[in-house]
């Protein structure tokens, strides 16, 4: 199965609307965390949100917030008020559990693309 | 603060040679990372240092493969005999034990093998 899974290949939005990129994850562990990262053409991979499964409130970083709804096992990623550089490619990742593993395990991504 | 860099940014190479990526850190960060990302794809987990001590290897990782952290600083990740379905975007992340443990990026090597 997958563990994360990203069920929007590309999605547009118009300039200054609000946009909601899904995600989806399966673990059975109680620890994790749940990140979000946005790859613009230039290929490298820019950090923007992180959520703990523990974490009591939704996280927020500027225009960026993470819908997490944890009985339904999803992070939704919602940008407010799009801008033109927005449009990327937009990863959600996973990490499980506090030993030693530490790795991420990616979702295919979503591309949106914001039109002026 | 300087952020992750990668070295060299584009590699062409013919199957069969061997090819070394660098990859230099945030300066604090103990922990660093190699994944491959191939076109259309997430990255994919290859493995993962904690300061000299490589932990954590993927089945990704053939014999092909091997990764170095000699002084706990940089790493570097190298290919022997390439293969044309090495061809791949190579990328590394740091990150310091802390609230989430957040993994920062670099550029990528972009491999590609004739």
């Known amino acids: 199965a997958q563990k994360i899974t990203q069920t929007q290949p590309g999605m547009f939005v118009q300039e200054k609307e609000a946009v909601t990129l899904d995600c989806t994850y399966d673990?059975?562990?109680?620890?994790?965390?749940l990140f979000w990262y946005k790859q613009p053409s230039s290929g490298e991979m820019i950090f923007l949100i992180y959520?703990?499964?523990?974490?009591?409130q939704n996280a927020t970083e500027g225009r960026y917030s993470l819908n997490f709804q944890k009985a339904r096992k999803s992070a939704n990623l919602v940008i407010s008020a799009s801008q033109l550089g927005d449009s990327a490619m937009y990863f959600c990742a996973m990490r499980e559990g506090t030993g030693s593993a530490r790795q991420l395990t990616f979702g295919s991504g979503t591309q949106l693309t914001v039109l002026p | 603060d300087t952020g992750v860099s990668q070295d060299p940014r584009h590699k062409i190479t013919k199957r069969g040679q061997n090819v070394t990526f660098r990859c230099d850190p945030i300066?604090?960060?103990?922990?660093l990372y190699w994944y491959r990302q191939t076109l259309g794809q997430g990255p994919e987990f290859l493995t993962y240092f904690q300061n000299e001590a490589q932990l954590e290897k993927s089945r990704l990782l053939s014999d092909r493969f091997s990764a170095e952290r000699p002084k706990g600083s940089f790493s570097t990740l190298e290919i022997q005999r390439t293969e044309q379905g090495d061809s791949a975007m190579y990328l590394c992340a740091s990150s310091l034990a802390s609230r989430g443990d957040t993994q920062y990026f670099g550029p990528g090597t972009r491999l590609t093998v004739l």
């Open positions: 959520q703990g499964s523990y974490d009591q």
């Open positions: 673990t059975s562990d109680p620890s994790y965390g």
């Open positions: 300066s604090e960060h103990n922990r």
